[in-house]
């Protein structure tokens, strides 16, 4: 059976159908796991809200703008500081974070006078920053707010300055994902066209799905500084707010992550007639594929290939010393999805790595398609998992190494399997090519870690069936 209903999940059987094991011969137009709906009552989902879509992921990489979140204080500390996004504007945008830090008079009384006061006092604060966004949340949108309305009375009394307010109460959608589409929209039809670019090239592109994490961003802008593209934008890792608004005037449409920013791509397309190339800028093989499509498109192919034989050249060897140890292991990704399918060929082609399990937050089935055509046979892959199949899973396989966040991470390490930080990476960055040797790096580091051993002493440890399935010899 293709689809499998995990033992802890016999109280919920829907969860069956979001759990895929691949078969022989299988393709997807025959089954897809149900993945972008609401989570089941009683599953212990993984997932963020809306307004964590818009902030966490997109809105909050940009360098040089004020980050006002409306609503109660709360949802402007979980999102503050938390994610490795860094820029080289001294890291403004990790350091701070501002909210109208709404009370329960304001949700009987209103609460845009007090937003209005957060904007005038955090401008004042910040004399140089003349850029914000504002966000809602799931109790200022509740109350029926309009920050828009206030935002634009601001806009009239200071002159200067400009605001752009994303609608992403938590509620909104299903997950994350749904932050990430009213962020990317918005953005289109408020802000993009209302500035123009200095252009210094005659090959100018966007980069699409890109949050510089620990430094993505650095890497793919040398690349393409060498073969003398310019980049009006990149959405949005280190990049300023005004440049965001300059995204009409590029000649190409460069996507990495199609799920978050997919959306303003169509879009591009759709009113500027700018087309998209969905590229994968994580594996040593794919970022070859990635920069020979772009140098393709220029008519720039020389420029391409001395890009990718400068690179390879420095980082071919130590590529294939991590090869020569980490082949044959088998992983996990458990991410939010695109990872699962810019990664498991990738981990597969470039190191002979296995993964035997996926399991995504939030993918769409667009991303079940990716991830189990690109996937093994035998892999089993999860729409919106919980930890107690987490757990079953690692009953049902081997695993040496798993790719997650730190929640789930601390989990799996408490069963002595290393974790490898999946979404904002150990020592980054992990994209382009010296990205590959770097995740391979932290991967055989995690693997073979003498604290293993030292772990496996525990005698609580060596007893518990959980240490014997994991197929370590303590
Ligand atoms: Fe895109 Fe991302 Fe991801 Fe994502 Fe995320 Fe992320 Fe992710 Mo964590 S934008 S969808 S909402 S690649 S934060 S940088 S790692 S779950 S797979």
Redesign the pocket.
């Known amino acids: 059976m293709p689809l499998k209903l995990f033992c802890c999940d016999e109280c919920i059987p829907e969860r069956k159908n979001h759990v895929y094991v691949k078969e022989e011969g299988e393709d997807t137009t025959q089954f897809l796991p149900l993945s972008n709906i609401e989570t089941i009552p009683g599953s212990i989902s993984e997932r963020g809200c809306s307004y964590c879509?818009a902030k966490l992921?997109i809105g909050g990489v940009i360098k040089d703008c004020i980050q006002m979140i409306h609503g109660p204080v709360g949802c402007a500390y979980d999102t503050w500081h938390t994610k490795r996004y860094p820029s080289d504007n001294d890291n403004f945008q990790l350091k701070y974070i501002w909210s109208s830090d709404t009370k329960e008079k304001h949700i009987v009384f209103g609460a845009e006078k007090q937003l209005k006061k957060a904007i005038t006092e955090a401008f004042k604060e910040f004399p140089e920053i003349k850029r914000m966004f504002v966000y809602t949340t799931c109790t200022t949108a509740l109350i029926g707010d309009d920050p828009k309305a206030v935002c634009r009375e601001v806009e009239k009394e200071l002159g200067d300055v400009d605001i752009f307010v994303v609608e992403c109460p938590g509620f909104a959608g299903v997950s994350?994902s749904k932050g990430?589409h009213e962020l990317n929209i918005g953005w289109m039809r408020d802000k993009v066209g209302t500035l123009e670019p200095e252009i210094t090239s005659e090959y100018t592109i966007n980069v699409i799905?890109d949050?510089n994490?620990q430094g993505d961003s650095y890497v793919l802008q040398k690349y393409l500084d060498k073969m003398g593209i310019q980049v009006i934008a990149h959405f949005t890792g280190n990049v300023k707010y005004d440049q965001l608004r300059c995204m009409h005037r590029a000649k190409l449409n460069v996507v990495n992550?199609a799920?978050?920013a997919g959306y303003i791509a169509n879009e591009l397309k759709r009113v500027y007639d700018i087309p998209r190339m969905d590229v994968d800028t994580w594996g040593f093989e794919y970022v070859k594929v990635a920069l020979r499509k772009i140098g393709a498109f220029f008519g720039l192919e020389d420029k391409a290939e001395e890009v990718i034989a400068e690179e390879v050249a420095k980082y071919e060897g130590k590529l294939a010393w991590y090869k020569e140890r980490l082949k044959g292991k088998q992983i996990c990704i458990w991410?939010?999805?695109?990872?699962l399918w810019h990664w498991t060929k990738a981990l597969e082609d470039d190191l002979g790595m296995e993964v035997v399990a996926m399991s995504s937050?939030f993918g769409h089935q667009e991303d079940f398609e990716k991830v189990i055509a690109r996937g093994r046979v035998g892999t089993i892959y999860i729409d919106d998992g919980n930890e107690l199949e987490f757990f079953e899973v690692l009953e049902s396989i081997h695993a040496d190494l798993i790719l997650t966040g730190p929640r789930v991470g601390d989990l799996v390490k408490k069963l002595h399997i290393p974790y490898i930080n999946?979404?904002a990476y150990h020592n980054g960055p992990y994209m382009g090519f010296e990205g590959a040797v770097n995740m391979a790096r932290d991967m055989y580091n995690a693997i073979y870690s003498p604290m293993w051993n030292l772990a496996g002493k525990d005698p609580r440890v060596v007893d518990s069936p959980m240490w014997n399935l994991a197929g370590k010899d303590p």
């Not at 991410?335 to 990872?339: A, F, I, L, S």
């Open positions: 879509g992921v994350q990430h799905g949050y994490i992550c799920r978050s991410t939010g999805g695109p990872r937050k999946g979404h």
